[in-house]
């Protein structure tokens, strides 16, 4: 059938469907044979994250063990294997989103807002969930990405419930149209039908739609009469896939042969029971016990964000700086993003507030941490930290160790983090860098002079230099131009330079002369009503720029890139470049920099995606 897509697993698919591959058999026998061997088998090998086996006795007495480069011992058995040869097998998995609320929980507190510990959110509060309803979901776990943000909308759930039933239908192997006729459904556009009534009780939760494993348990309980431990096989064969095929005709012959001795459906009954709910089902299957438990913290993140969204935001937003992969530079700009719309300020670095991530100050301010800044290292940071807060730019100079040299003050001083002081980032740059930093070096030896005097003759000690009074300190070198500052532009270079972003203004007031001859860039609302193939321009600041390697087809092993721009209206375009536009265009992509280019509109999934034709122009550093 051209233009039908067919999955083939078996050697038997693939003949049956390709005419070509069948005559190259019937001529090469022998390939036949070691085909139908290699078949199925596993291309590559893996550990699981949280995957643990559990023996009472010693596993390389009876089990193959590897250790790889990274020096993990794990068995060299899959599971399925692993389970035959007597081990008990356990998932244990740690989550990032537990730290994230432990994060929120504290610095919620410490700026005064009282919120509950996660595991005692009250699970009733309707402003969360009409939040979820609305799509608000950037942050909330499991909810936030793909097909599971795209169902809160037109679900908008009321309870835990409903957020598992989200979970639920957004696996990777249930059908869109399973999904719309759920939605359907529960908006009371389509009348609620059950493939059998005897199936009412077990599926009116899910409005006729099976959705949990645990369903299969009841309808085989229910309608063959089985116990839940031979009910349970049916569990692990929707798991199994194609591998548990002879298990599958055993199992359907003894549901259809039990049901119909049992006697609440004749055996057509049992048939169709079995065609239409239960192997529709095994592509898709998902844990009742996992989906809420997902769900539960899915709300927990919903409830700190509505109710403590600074901390929350911050929080989160460190936790993804931490992972430090390219592939999360393009989310950190929208987590950033939705901070900024929410009507909190993301400030510039303060020498007195600022910790090693960004930190919450109060429920409308987050201020920029000291591990953003270029130049300052973890020596000169915790130097800092030990010593804040501080009463002014001399305090500083005096109480930081000698980890906080030139370098680091240059660099603090182009982030803002001396702007507390009321002292121009134009004048510490200037005393530290002309002349080779010889005045910022007598500015120092005063500093000390001073601070080393105030100790000696007052009560103060070396233990307590934060009480110095430096209101009479003589600075020793012309203040001229002290409170003169930078113009607007040369501060957001200074910042992008040692930050790597835009604190102060945008990119249009660095860039003006870049974007002054705009060609009509397009709305990305205006994307999904381009014909296919359709050519648009795309123009704004490069967020990010990620190399992919190519898994499948001719080009396999090949690079390509995916970049994301942000345009001044601060919408983002996720663009891919194939192969020879990767390779062509990669150099010059730096992300922060201007780009203006032609791209190719095509439909992915239902949405339209974007792929590069041309770069139009690009700011040449």
Request: net charge neutral; aromatic share 8%.
């Amino acid at each position: 059938n051209p233009g039908k897509t067919i999955e083939i697993r078996t050697m038997d698919l693939a003949r049956k469907h390709s005419p070509g591959l069948e005559e190259f058999l019937v001529k090469y026998p022998d390939v036949a044979s070691h085909a139908e061997k290699i078949v199925g088998l596993p291309r590559s090998w893996g550990v699981h994250a949280g995957g643990i086996v559990v023996s009472d006795k010693a596993l390389p007495d009876f089990m193959p063990m590897r250790r790889d480069n990274e020096k993990i011992i794990s068995v060299s058995y899959d599971k399925d294997v692993a389970e035959k040869n007597g081990l008990i097998k356990i998932d244990m998995l740690g989550l990032d989103t537990i730290d994230v609320l432990k994060a929120a929980y504290k610095s919620a507190n410490r700026i005064g807002i009282k919120i509950p510990v996660p595991w005692e959110c009250p699970e009733d509060d309707k402003n969360v969930y009409d939040m979820i309803g609305r799509g608000d979901v950037l942050g909330l776990f499991q909810l936030e990405g793909g097909t599971l943000a795209k169902l809160c909308k037109p679900i908008k759930p009321k309870n835990i419930t409903d957020i598992s039933l989200i979970n639920a239908l957004g696996r990777p192997g249930i059908s869109k149209d399973k999904r719309e006729q759920f939605i359907r459904r529960r908006n009371g556009k389509e009348e609620i039908v059950f493939a059998h009534e005897e199936l009412r009780g077990i599926q009116a939760p899910t409005l006729g739609i099976s959705t949990y494993d645990e369903d299969l348990l009841r309808i085989s309980q229910h309608i063959a009469g089985w116990s839940l431990s031979k009910a349970d096989g049916l569990r692990k064969l929707t798991k199994m896939k194609e591998k548990g095929a002879d298990l599958a005709i055993k199992l359907e012959k003894d549901f259809v042969n039990d049901a119909a001795e049992l006697g609440r459906v004749t055996r057509d009954e049992a048939q169709m029971i079995w065609d239409v709910v239960i192997a529709d089902y095994a592509k898709y299957g998902f844990c009742l016990s996992h989906s809420i438990s997902y769900s539960k913290i899915g709300y927990q993140t919903a409830y700190y964000k509505y109710h403590a969204k600074a901390p929350f935001l911050c929080a989160y937003l460190n936790q993804e700086i931490s992972k430090k992969t390219p592939a999360t530079a393009s989310y950190i700009e929208k987590i950033k993003k939705e901070i900024l719309a929410s009507g909190i300020a993301i400030k510039a670095c303060d020498i007195s507030q600022s910790g090693q991530g960004y930190t919450v100050i109060d429920k409308k301010t987050i201020v920029t941490g000291l591990n953003a800044i270029a130049g300052v290292g973890e020596a000169a940071q915790k130097a800092i930290f030990l010593n804040q807060p501080y009463k002014s730019f001399p305090d500083f100079l005096y109480r930081s160790p000698s980890a906080v040299n030139k370098t680091v003050i240059v660099a603090l001083a182009k982030a803002g983090a001396f702007d507390c002081f009321d002292i121009s980032r134009k004048w510490i740059h200037d005393v530290w860098t002309a002349d080779e930093g010889k005045m910022g070096k007598k500015l120092r030896d005063a500093v000390n002079k001073f601070g080393d005097k105030a100790c000696s003759a007052g009560t103060e000690t070396e233990t307590d230099a934060k009480l110095i009074d430096w209101s009479g300190f003589d600075w020793k070198i012309s203040t001229e131009g002290m409170k003169d500052e930078w113009e607007l532009r040369e501060i957001l270079i200074a910042e992008k330079a040692v930050i790597g972003e835009f604190i102060s203004g945008t990119a249009d007031t660095v860039f003006k002369d870049f974007f002054k001859h705009t060609k009509n860039p397009i709305k990305k609302s205006s994307l999904a009503f381009e014909r296919q193939y359709a050519k648009v321009i795309i123009e704004g600041i490069l967020l990010s720029a990620d190399e992919i390697t190519i898994k499948n087809g001719k080009n396999a092993g090949s690079t390509m890139g995916r970049i994301v721009v942000e345009s001044l209206r601060k919408e983002d375009f996720e663009i891919s470049l194939f192969k020879d536009s990767w390779a062509r265009y990669k150099s010059d992509l730096l992300p922060g920099l201007p780009v203006r280019m032609i791209c190719s509109v095509k439909e992915y999934n239902g949405d339209p995606s974007l792929s590069l034709e041309l770069v139009e122009e690009i700011w040449k550093v």
